[in-house]
Each structure stands twice: as C-alpha cells, then as structure tokens.
C-alpha cells in the first residue's frame, strides 16, 4: 500500500466554482503535512504548510488535516484560471524523508 | 536570494554515458534531497543529505550517486546512464530533515536519455 494516495483526475471547474483536492495517507506518525503547486514545465512551489490537526487559511486557500480519519484537503475559493496546475500533497514526520502524492491536474476554465 | 538552483536544465544523453546534474542553495539549508518525477508515479526520493559528508538512500538509489562537500551544493551524478533514467530530475532543500520546516524545491532538469 502506498504511504500517501491522491486521486490524479483531471479535474476540470468553471471560473469561480470552489475546489476541493484530497489525499489520504496510512502512517499515523505523519505530523507535517504540505500542499505544492506545480505549474507545467517547473518545479514544485510550496502553497500551505500545516501542523498535526485542524484548519490553516491563506486567501483563497484552505488547507484541513483530519488525523482521525488520515485524510487532507486543499479548499480552493473562487477559483482562477490562474489555478489550473497540479497540485501535490506531501507529508512527514519529524527527522524523516517527506511522501508525496502522484498530484492531481487542475483546470480551471474562463 | 536564489533559492535552490539546477544546471542544467534539459540534456539528452546517449545509453552508456554518464553525467552530472548540478544543484545548489543559498538558504544555508542542512537537508537536501533529489527527486525524480515520472508520470503517475509522482515525486520519488534518489538520494538525500542532513549536511555535508553525510549522505543517504532514498527509494530509488539504482544508477546514482551522490556527494555533498559543501552546504551550498549537492551535485547528482548518472553513472551509466539508461533509457530508465529518462525522466524530471528535482533537486530540494530544507533546514532540517523532515517536515518540521519547509521544504523547497528547484526548477528541475529535463533529461531524454536515447
């Protein structure tokens, strides 16, 4: 079984619609947990860094870590065509080597 | 600053032969790591570093090696190189190992190998 599983998509909004991207993962140790935006052709750029449980809120971004469940999610509001990369879940625990998801495609169209 | 950079940043090599994928931080980072990213495999772990001298496996180690001389750079280097290898090499860095801060990656190296 994978450490981290994310659903690949695409997935495909109008402008504005709120998005909602997830990943589930097995190991309970995972403290940190991170969200990257990829755009095509570049590196990973790191959008929300959260710790262990809860909410963390950054504009239009919103990430949740629900450890009962080994669930995180990425809220995106009022979606932008701007938006459409992929974006990568990864996660962690302290000392030790960081678990990313496959990414899911995200197009969000005028 | 510049952040983690990559040289270079396409290469096409032929089967057999061998070479060096640069990278470098000025974050004055201690954990650097190298991934490579293939379709609907996601970002996989090469080889890391928790400081200069110090180097580890990660999950996919087959065919490189790496050193680590300085803080600044982590240079990954293709031994033999094969078809396998064709791939989105990502070079990235933290201050610490694990996710206790970010983590920060480069704009990556394209490379075909024929």
């Known amino acids: 079984q994978k450490e981290v599983e994310q659903d690949p998509g695409p997935l495909s909004v109008p402008e504005g619609a709120i998005v909602s991207l997830n990943c589930t993962y097995s190991?309970?140790?995972?403290?940190?947990f991170m969200w990257y935006r990829q755009y095509s052709r570049k590196g990973p750029e790191l959008l929300m860094y959260?710790?262990?449980?809860g909410n963390k809120e950054d504009g239009r971004f919103t990430a949740q870590v629900d450890k009962s469940s080994k669930y995180i999610s990425l809220f995106i509001r009022d979606s932008q065509p701007s938006d459409s990369a992929t974006y990568l879940c990864a996660m962690a625990r302290a000392g030790n080597q960081f678990y990313f998801g496959t990414g899911t495609s995200l197009t969000v169209i005028p | 600053n510049a952040g983690v950079t990559q040289t270079p940043k396409f290469q096409v090599l032929k089967t057999g032969q061998s070479m060096t994928l640069q990278c470098a931080q000025d974050?004055?980072?201690?954990?650097m790591s190298w991934y490579r990213q293939d379709p609907g495999m996601g970002l996989r772990l090469i080889h890391y570093?928790?400081?200069?001298?110090?180097?580890d496996q990660g999950e996919v180690p087959n065919g490189y090696n790496v050193s680590r001389s300085t803080t600044e750079d982590f240079p990954l280097r293709l031994l033999s190189a094969a078809p396998s290898q064709t791939s989105v090499y990502f070079c990235?860095?933290?201050?610490?190992?694990?996710?206790?801060?970010?983590?920060?990656f480069g704009p990556g190296t394209r490379l075909t190998v024929t």
């Open positions: 570093s928790v400081g200069a001298g110090i180097t």
């Open positions: 190991n309970s140790a995972f403290q940190y």
């Open positions: 990235a860095s933290s201050y610490v190992p694990g996710g206790r801060t970010e983590q920060y």
């Open positions: 959260t710790y262990s449980s």
């Open positions: 974050m004055n980072h201690e954990y």
